[in-house]
């Protein structure tokens, strides 16, 4: 800054990256709803979603890699290559769109759109004059093609929270790898359902045992609670005796369940947000896998088949669940939430999801076919001997 009048002097300047009030996607509200800017400052990734802004911006101070302004599927970034940067802005304006504007939408496209802004700050050092080098950055937000950059812009990728995205990565880059070898995302994602059914079927065969063996013993169980309502001491060894004697791990079921809950939100991140699936047909009436469906129209109102046939699925599955008749209400129920739940959820996840019912439909079956297991229940006076033998003792 030599020859430059004191009072002129700034100590830094910004970069900005800013969204144009544009939809890319044919339904404007997956736009619009996942309109953000991002930084990454030293090793923390912000994401401000466009709606939190409108009341202020946020700026998160610290040497700052990168800003930029998202969308589901695609990016605008500035990158510092080599220059001193102090911190990232985030902010979004509501604006009117124009006549000339709107003439560029689709017809349904909304009269307001959310403008989102990301900027880079860039100190000015004293009195040096630094050659700063940047990146500007607008494309897809596609992870094999960002990482080949190595300016760390694939960290912008939503991949799910930061404990499942190291699950979410394998699991595209095998789906990746599985459509260069069948070029059909469609079949790519019955491919990697099948997969990961495999790889969990020692874990769902343990779960689907023990819920079995679960149910065969209600009977008993119920017996020894009736029969030891007043003794809940009594009532509490006689039922872990029972589940001991036919080594039953009452939370055999459960916890097999469990270690699957990173993978299955890696998949839902990985389905829901790879623009690989953007566009990509499976078959007949699915034309494009990260979209909802769509048969025919009723009065307006889309009939999407995916959704219904995930729903018999979803019902096949839960009649060969083992589980309590009186329960089997409340299963059908949450069948039917289901079924509203993915009802305009993009085809690939419907697809996934309907795939995963039928292969797990068929391990149920596979696994109670050779279910032959002798209860092995506690002798008639066993349970009442002990509450004779504690009331002489009193």
Known sequence: MHGVPSAWRVSDYSLTTRSWPAFSEADP????????TTGLVGSDLHRAPAASLHHGSKRFEGNAAFAAVETRYFMGAVV????????????????TLTAEERALLPANAPPVADVAVGSLVVAIPGETSPINRFLVYFGPNQYSALERLHVQLERAVDLGWIWIRPFSIVLLRLMVWLNALLPNYGVTIVLL???????????NMMSIKSMRAMQRLQPEMERIKEKLKHDAQAMNNAVMALYRDNKVNPAGGC???????????????VLWNAIELRQAPFV??????????KLFTVFGFPIRLLPLLMAGSGFLTQRMTPTDPRQASSMYMMNAVMVVFFY??????????????????????????????????????RASAKVARRAASK
């Open 193 to 203: 359902a099948t997969i990961v059914r495999l790889l969990l079927h020692p874990l």
């Open 29 to 36: 509200m997956v736009d619009t709803r996942s309109l953000r």
């Open 284 to 293: 007949a009436w699915i034309h494009d896998l990260s979209a909802p469906d």
């Open 344 to 381: 305009n959820l993009p085809s690939g996840l419907v697809l996934y999801w309907t795939v995963m019912n039928l292969l797990t439909a068929l391990q149920q079956w596979l696994a109670l076919r050779d279910d032959h297991v002798v209860l092995v229940t506690a002798p008639p006076d």
């Open 80 to 95: 510092a290559i080599r220059a001193e940067t102090r911190a990232t802005v985030a902010a979004a304006e509501a604006r």
């Open 255 to 269: 916890l097999p369940m469990v270690i699957q809950m990173p993978l299955f939100f890696a998949l839902y991140s």
